[in-house]
């Protein structure tokens, strides 16, 4: 199985921040990188596909990118609704694996 | 737009079976060249992926699940279904169905989750 590594774990922000998370994956992976939302008691929500792709009616300070084993999550300008947990998923080979998670709160 | 519902036992005792069921609305579960996913959520094991079906009725699974697990489709009802044999307290979390375009595409939409607990 293709093991996916998500850093931080968590991070403290403050609205206005920069927010970077990384996912690395176990073996490369192409572009096949898909970063998820999670907000509690609700089904993960797909922001961005193929490492860099903004899905429709996702805001512009969301973008991805990165190539074969590293990616990259920036939210540029963090917003009261991003406080979430943010996932990466490679859909490279099966079984589709998931990065633990990384918690976004309030400083 | 496609909405999607999982309905599952609540509460499933050790060695049972778990069956939950993912209804398709707004879109039909065989019109189209999709994949359907099967995802769990447990607080120990995170995100899993379980497996999931081509619109053809071929199939993938996990293969640390793959010796319980059988995903099925019923287009006339436009419902997808999850049947995992002999469960222990490690199944145990919210079981999520959902899309996905390509085999290698993200999974949108979601459905809204349901929880599986097993407990004796």
């Given at each position: 199985?293709?093991?996916?590594?998500?850093?931080?774990?968590s991070?403290?922000?403050?609205?206005?921040?920069?927010?970077?998370?990384?996912?690395r994956?176990?073996?490369?992976?192409?572009?096949?990188?898909?970063?998820?939302?999670q907000?509690p008691?609700?089904?993960?929500?797909?922001?961005?596909?193929?490492?860099?792709?903004?899905?429709?009616?996702v805001?512009?300070?969301?973008?991805?990118?990165?190539?074969?084993?590293?990616?990259t999550?920036?939210?540029?300008?963090?917003?009261?609704?991003?406080?979430?947990?943010?996932?990466?998923?490679?859909?490279?080979?099966?079984?589709?694996?998931?990065?633990?998670?990384?918690?976004?709160?309030?400083? | 737009?496609?909405?999607?519902?999982?309905?599952?036992?609540?509460?499933?005792?050790?060695?049972?079976?778990?069956?939950?069921?993912?209804?398709?609305s707004?879109?039909?579960?065989?019109?189209?060249?999709?994949?359907?996913?099967?995802?769990?959520?447990?607080?120990?094991?995170?995100?899993?992926?379980?497996?999931?079906?081509?619109?053809?009725?071929t199939?993938?699974?996990?293969?640390?699940?793959?010796?319980?697990?059988t995903?099925?489709?019923?287009?006339?009802k436009?419902?997808?279904?999850?049947?995992?044999?002999?469960?222990?307290?490690?199944?145990?979390?919210?079981?999520?169905?959902?899309?996905q375009?390509?085999?290698?595409?993200g999974?949108?939409?979601?459905?809204?989750?349901?929880?599986?607990?097993?407990s004796?």
């Open positions: 199985d293709i093991q996916m590594t998500q850093s931080p774990s991070l403290s922000a403050s609205v206005g921040d920069r927010v970077t998370i990384t996912c994956a176990s073996q490369t992976i192409s572009t096949y990188l898909h970063w998820y939302q907000k008691g609700k089904a993960p929500n797909l922001l961005i596909s193929g490492a860099s792709t903004l899905q429709s009616g805001p512009s300070r969301f973008s991805g990118s990165g190539s074969g084993t590293d990616f999550l920036t939210i540029n300008g963090l917003q009261p609704d991003d406080f979430a947990t943010y996932y990466c998923q490679q859909t490279y080979s099966f079984p589709q694996t998931f990065g633990q998670g990384t918690k976004v709160d309030i400083k | 737009q496609l909405q999607l519902r999982e309905s599952g036992p609540g509460l499933l005792k050790p060695s049972e079976t778990l069956s939950v069921t993912c209804d398709v707004g879109g039909s579960i065989g019109s189209s060249s999709y994949h359907w996913v099967w995802i769990r959520q447990s607080p120990g094991k995170g995100l899993e992926w379980i497996g999931s079906i081509y619109y053809t009725g199939t993938d699974y996990n293969p640390s699940l793959k010796s319980r697990v995903i099925s489709v019923d287009r006339s436009d419902q997808l279904s999850l049947r995992l044999n002999s469960v222990t307290a490690a199944d145990t979390g919210i079981y999520f169905c959902a899309r375009q390509y085999r290698n595409s999974l949108d939409p979601w459905g809204q989750g349901t929880l599986v607990t097993v004796s």
